[in-house]
């Protein structure tokens, strides 16, 4: 983790990685839409890795060939950590696959970008972003798990973090990302004492999936640089969870001033974009330069209109080193029985 002496003064980051509202208000700048060609690629592969099995879990990049599509899926990968850091591909045939081969379809795809990620201490490795009936109260509750409410920008635990909609409610539930490189390297600008605070380590709510005998909540720090690059991890409500736990470390004034800052900022429009995910869409983002969330929905039971998307947590290839804590978790107990979720919403 970081070693923040009282001497310590952040400087800003990756600057090239920095955009605003108004650099990506084109929707055409980071979609990427398949070809009919690339399509049938996908189906082929689909078709093929059916065959080799009925676990997914031994679908990789080899059993999932993509000639065509492999090389450009490579090219947006090196986008997401040293570019932008988002896209969105459309394009997959929604109103004539299954759930099955788009849920398939998207896993390939993943493979291709990186190596899957235990999302919970269940060993999802392909998750559900629905409502599973949890109340946001809830202090066992995660983001992909409540439903209907809108989701302040946060991070996941990942390098990369994918979804693809199976189905949309009635209405809301936009995406949202916001670019906190632009955030980080502002607040060392403005606030070079409240940057500093967010390097040393903050205490994060566990949620209840901790290991066996240990606190429910655990140290990292907000920002970490590792050889000129910026590594974030960001979720302010897992933060401010932490101190319903009477051994963990409480906040100071400044984390709490830095943590507002930054939701403000981020809330705030000049560094974030909203997007509409139609059936079929996919949504990559880097977790360490970009931030994520979501507008409030509505569903409809009664109709079968519920939002419904799948989620990957990946580690991609393009980075050849990351902090000790932003190591895949497949050596944890989150990684004991690892599975594919196949809810159906």
């Not at 500093?196 to 949620?207: G, S």
């Not at 994520?292 to 509505?298: L, M, N, S």
């Amino acid at each position: 983790m970081n070693a923040v002496t009282p001497e310590f003064r952040p400087r800003e980051l990756e600057t090239a990685c920095e955009w605003t509202a108004r650099d990506v208000a084109d929707p055409a700048a980071w979609t990427e839409i398949l070809s009919s060609a690339e399509v049938d690629e996908l189906e082929a592969a689909v078709a093929h890795a059916s065959a080799v099995s009925d676990d997914w879990l031994r679908i990789g990049k080899d059993q999932f060939p993509l000639p065509t599509l492999g090389p450009r899926l490579k090219a947006i990968e090196k986008e997401l950590i040293d570019g932008r850091g988002f896209v969105r591909i459309r394009g997959l045939p929604r109103e004539r696959w299954t759930n099955d081969q788009m849920s398939l379809a998207y896993w390939g795809v993943g493979m291709h970008l990186g190596k899957p990620w235990p999302q919970n201490a269940k060993g999802h490795l392909l998750g559900d972003v629905t409502d599973h009936g949890k109340a946001p109260g809830d202090p066992t509750s995660r983001g992909n798990e409540i439903g209907l409410v809108g989701l302040d920008f946060h991070c996941d635990g990942s390098d990369l973090v994918g979804l693809m909609c199976l189905q949309t409610g009635v209405s809301g539930g936009l995406s949202a990302v916001c670019n906190s490189v632009a955030l980080h390297n502002r607040l060392v600008r403005e606030r070079p004492d409240l940057a500093a605070e967010l390097y040393k380590p903050q205490p994060f709510d566990y949620r209840g999936e901790q290991p066996p005998g240990r606190p429910g909540w655990y140290l990292m720090p907000i920002f970490t640089e590792l050889n000129g690059r910026l590594f974030i991890r960001l979720i302010r409500p897992y933060v401010l969870a932490s101190q319903r736990h009477e051994d963990a470390p409480r906040l100071t004034p400044a984390a709490v001033e830095a943590l507002a800052w930054m939701q403000g900022m981020a809330e705030g429009g000049e560094y974030s974009v909203i997007m509409d995910f139609q059936p079929g869409d996919m949504q990559f983002i880097n977790n360490f330069h970009v931030l994520h969330g979501r507008t409030a929905y509505e569903d409809d039971r009664a109709t079968g209109r519920i939002r419904h998307l799948k989620r990957l947590w990946l580690e991609t290839e393009v980075l050849a080193e990351r902090p000790a804590q932003f190591v895949n978790r497949m050596g944890t107990h989150w990684a004991r029985n690892l599975t594919i979720s196949r809810m159906d919403a």
